[in-house]
């Protein structure tokens, strides 16, 4: 909807134009992850109405995009925690420790991943971002980090054809992969805190007055 709207307004827009729909898409996804650099802006009352709507609604559908996310990981634990329970793994301490193991290195590796990934897309603007833009290595860094962060200044932008047909899609996928990694950074510290908590609840000595609080029922057992 972005482009065909952007592409049949174009005259309303300041711009550096090289394509009408690439710079319509590349326009759109700028707007969308809340980058703006800056060089290309709407220009008449009618795109700006256009953009303010268009930059609420698209942040809103990153923010669902990261919301599933967050969902997701929290529907993990809890799932991982019922099958754990659901086999036996409260009435074996070595199965369930090492199944806990397991569950660090898993995370572990899914916050390395995603670090990965963050660094590959930076790499991979860097190296677009010289060779296409022509621009040099301290300036193509510098561009490439603040996309991904989506801080934008402005000073620097995606001027050709190719960069912009490039941008569309690096966009998009950095900045989500910039998100999964601090959720992952994130997942990696609550687990950390819960093991924590965990270690300091198992090295606790029961008092009486425990053993009287956790028999809920006042029947004189605690089961």
Known sequence: LGVVIYAFNTDHFKATETHPVVDALYFCIVTMCTIGYGDITPDSASTKLFSIM?????????????????????D???????????NGGAHDPGRFVIDVKKG??????KVALALGVVILCIGI????????????WLDSFYLSVMSVTTVGYGDRAFTSLPGRIF?????????LAVARAFLYLAEARVDK????????????????????????????FVT
């Open 54 to 74: 268009f930059v609420l609604v698209g942040f809103g559908f990153v923010d669902i995009l990261l919301t599933g996310m967050v969902s997701y990981v929290l």
């Open 76 to 86: 993990l634990q809890e799932n991982y925690l019922l099958r754990t329970l659901k």
């Open 104 to 109: 660090r290195m898993r995370i572990r590796m």
């Open 125 to 136: 603007g860097v190296a677009v971002m010289h060779y296409v833009e022509r621009l040099g």
């Open 167 to 175: 941008a569309s899609i690096w966009l998009l996928v950095s900045t």
């Open 193 to 220: 805190r819960h093991r924590s908590m965990a270690k300091w609840v198992l090295g606790q000595d029961m008092t009486v007055a425990q053993f009287l609080a956790a028999d809920i029922d006042n029947n004189g």
